[in-house]
């Protein structure tokens, strides 16, 4: 259902559900979201990158029972790459050039 951007997993992670796994940062809770039980990073929606370029997210393992952190807390950089999603404009065209058969470069 939503883009899987990343896995986070610790160590401490048995499988057995004691590990809490939480991000925040920009866009965390709404543009990403996590599973707190695997770890799975996701977005939510289409990024553009004429929006915003990147996004910086912190990740971290909790102890679900104490809410104790597992691990240092990890730090994501989302960097946007960009799609050619708009067609290119030429407000001052057209142009019209012509290059002679044979000719040197910078003639």
């Known amino acids: ?5 990343a896995h986070l ?8 559900g004691s590990v809490r ?11 990403f979201i ?10 939510t929606k ?3 990158r004429e ?4 996004y910086v997210l912190h990740a971290q393992a909790l102890d679900r029972n104490t ?7 990890s730090e994501f950089i989302i960097k946007v790459q960009d799609i050619n999603d708009n067609a290119p404009q030429f407000p001052d065209g057209p142009f019209v050039a012509t290059v002679p058969e044979m000719s040197e470069v910078g003639e």
Do not use: F
């Open 34 to 43: 996590i599973d707190e039980v695997t770890g799975d990073i996701h977005a």
């Open 51 to 54: 929006r915003k370029t990147h």
């Open 46 to 48: 289409s990024l553009d």
């Open 21 to 31: 796994y939480i991000l925040s940062g920009e866009g965390a809770g709404s543009i």
């Open 1 to 5: 259902m939503y883009n899987t951007l």
């Open 67 to 73: 809410q104790e952190a597992l691990e240092p807390m």
């Open 9 to 16: 997993h610790s160590n401490s992670d048995k499988g057995d």
